[in-house]
């Protein structure tokens, strides 16, 4: 054995003193606790405030009334996203491999009655808009369809005025809209999407869905650089530095043929083709010590042998 192992195997014959971890580990923690809340104090988050329903009514109103319309008329985003939610589409793939139709309808999501009728049903509203809902819930679905599609195309005509729209059997369309609206910049809107179905609510889907088909709830993401094309996913708001170790995920969403849009296979469906390079390219990292020729590099590029030249020069090896 060298010297040098004598000596680091050798009891210890120089001074000790008594060592307490637990209080050296509970005053460091004090002081790093004292250390984060002054910074977050003086620095804060740079996350803005959640969007409100009520934000979008006053801001966007006719987004709002536009966007009720299409959750009624079933021509909304989420109304034809398909799976988890409903079965409207086939929703993305992989090939001939329709990932969310494997997995199923497992959050049902009903965007007439969650996001506009049953939440009118638990508010105050004028005799007109009670009346229109009166209507609507004494129609069957066929006819809900033919009033809702009629004032949505006619809306989407009138470049979302109403007041530009001409008379027409819309039912009760416009008035549900209206009273939704003024349900929403009343702020009870919010509360109500909440706590559907359990008071104790913590599911936040129907509201993100429901904001995510108009626009107003868009515009924010893109003013705040939060899009794909700008590398929104490892941002906070604001091109603020968030979770940069989601760049790899990111950065497949900047080249093609990712990027060519909806009308392309690959542009269509680049969420669930990027998810399985990144789980390829994960299970490749994992399984890389048992892949040949991989495993090898080490014994072929020495590297190790440089960092430990000390060791490998005392043992001879």
């Known amino acids: 054995m060298s010297t040098r192992h004598e000596l680091e195997s050798a009891p210890w014959a120089g001074r000790t003193r008594r060592y307490d971890i637990l209080k050296e580990g509970t005053a460091a923690l004090v002081i790093i606790t004292v250390i984060v809340v002054a910074l977050s104090a003086f620095f804060g988050s740079p996350d803005d405030k959640q969007i409100t329903f009520k934000e979008w009514a006053i801001n966007a109103p006719a987004d709002f009334y536009a966007t009720s ?9 989420s109304a034809g996203y398909g799976a988890p939610y409903n ?3 086939s929703g993305v793939n992989v090939g001939p491999f329709h990932l969310a139709q494997i997995i199923g309808v497992k959050h049902p999501v009903d965007n007439v009655n969650d996001f ?23 129609a069957d679905s066929k006819t809900h369809l033919a009033w809702a599609t009629a004032y ?24 549900l809209a209206t009273g939704l609206l ?3 910049k009343s702020g009870s809107l919010d509360g109500v999407l909440l706590s559907q179905g359990n008071y104790f609510q913590n599911d936040n ?17 893109t003013a705040a650089h939060l899009q794909g094309d700008t590398w929104g996913m490892m ?7 968030g979770q940069a170790w989601l760049w790899l995920y990111s950065f497949w969403y900047q080249i093609p043929p990712f990027n060519n849009g909806d009308s392309h296979p690959f542009g269509a469906n680049a969420d669930a083709y990027i998810m399985v390079i990144m789980g390829i390219l994960s299970l490749s990292l994992v399984c890389m010590p048992l892949i040949p020729g991989i495993k090898a590099l080490p014994r072929k590029i020495p590297v190790h042998r440089l960092i430990w030249r000390n060791y490998y020069e005392e043992e001879n090896l």
């Open 205 to 221: 889907t129907k509201q993100t869905l429901f904001l995510g088909d108009g626009n107003y709830f868009n515009d924010q993401s």
């Open 116 to 138: 506009v009728i049953t939440p009118l049903t638990t508010f105050n509203n004028s005799p007109d808009v009670a009346s229109g809902l009166k209507q609507w819930q004494g």
């Open 69 to 77: 319309v299409q959750e009624l008329a079933g021509t909304s985003g």
């Open 87 to 89: 079965t409207a589409s």
């Open 152 to 175: 949505d195309s006619a809306l989407g005509k009138a470049n979302q005025d109403a007041s530009k729209v001409p008379a027409g059997d819309y039912g009760p369309v416009p008035q």
């Open 235 to 241: 941002n906070e708001t604001g091109r603020y530095p």
């Open 182 to 184: 003024t349900m929403a």
